[in-house]
């Protein structure tokens, strides 16, 4: 299932808990997927708390608590991890990552935690959603298979990538505009993971986050850049992705292009992509601003004079994707609208 998709269910699943109806997840998927991230951003729009359990790294008394005598009688110490209302707050998440790393004594202890939402005395709070994430066997990790017992205490998940919500998530968070433009230009390569080959660095959603960070640190050393790219993202596509970013430097002049001036569209099919995500940064910053309606409207324009008018259309949508419903206030729209109605415009 695409992310987008996941993140519903998942805001769904967190709601229910207060209902009374809410089933355990379990997210699947390869490395660098985002599994973590969706429960994060999750629990970021819903402004609840997330207590991040690493199954593989546990004990079963981690989970069980560490008995002591009273009297005649053994009793369990609750430990301190698990949610509470008084110290973490009436709802959140509880989050299992890594659970089919996890031993399968450490399994066999969750097992109650996560159909009956108790451990001997202890009690999960009522408004508190379980979400659990894990690699698959054959991810080359280090995995167990988990057991039908445990299995069957989830509804389960597999996580896709999926560019477009990838992209809209890039916007939001900030990455740098040329990473987002290559992907569009190299889409294969926003997940590229063979576990048959077990690469160190690989193309994934995780790691062109990393090569953000390399180009903010390096960009301006190119004897460095490209090998910081390659040790994020792997070999290849470090390779390609400095050669990108290096015929970037024959772009159009944005700033003309948002003043309104008939600024000619790049031949090349690469800049092509380099200019509309840069486009789309523009108007994400112009957000708020007086200039916003006017800015986005010599966008729109420019929009429309693309060769391939599929090209204009990725432009709008992802620019609808960033800034949501202010995109249909400029009278620009309507006209571009009508100019590619025999185009669809992809959600």
Known sequence: MRPAQLLSVLERELASAAEGHHTPVMLWGPPGVGKSQMIALVAQRQQ??????RLSQMEPSDLRGIPFRVEQHVEWAIPALLPD??????????????????????????????????????????????????????????????????????????VDTHLDDWVAWAYAKGLDERV??????????????????????????????????????????????????????GPAAGIELAAFIASIDQMPDLDAICRGEPVPVPSEIDLQYAVAAALV????????????????GHILVYAGRFPQREMGVMLVSDLHRAIGGALFEVPAFAEWANAIADVMLYQ
């Open 48 to 53: 609840v708390p997330v207590i991040d359990i």
């Open 85 to 158: 209302v008084h110290r973490h707050g009436q709802a959140g998440i509880l989050f299992l990552d890594e659970i089919t790393s996890a031993p399968p004594a450490v399994s066999a202890a969750a097992y109650q935690l996560i159909l009956d939402r108790r451990l001997g005395e202890y009690q999960v709070p009522a408004h508190w959603a379980i979400f659990a994430a894990g690699n698959r066997q054959g991810d080359r990790g280090v995995t167990y298979s988990m057991p039908a017992p445990l299995a069957n205490r989830f509804s389960h998940f597999e």
């Open 180 to 233: 987002i433009a290559f992907l569009r230009f190299r889409p294969e390569l926003l997940f590229d993971f063979d576990p048959a080959h077990n690469p160190v660095a690989f193309p994934s959603p995780r790691s062109w986050e990393f090569a953000h960070r390399a180009l903010q640190k390096f960009q301006a050393d190119p004897q460095l850049l490209q090998g910081t790219l390659q040790a994020c993202v």
């Open 281 to 296: 940064g523009k108007a994400i910053r112009a957000q708020g601003s007086a200039e916003q309606q006017t800015l986005i």
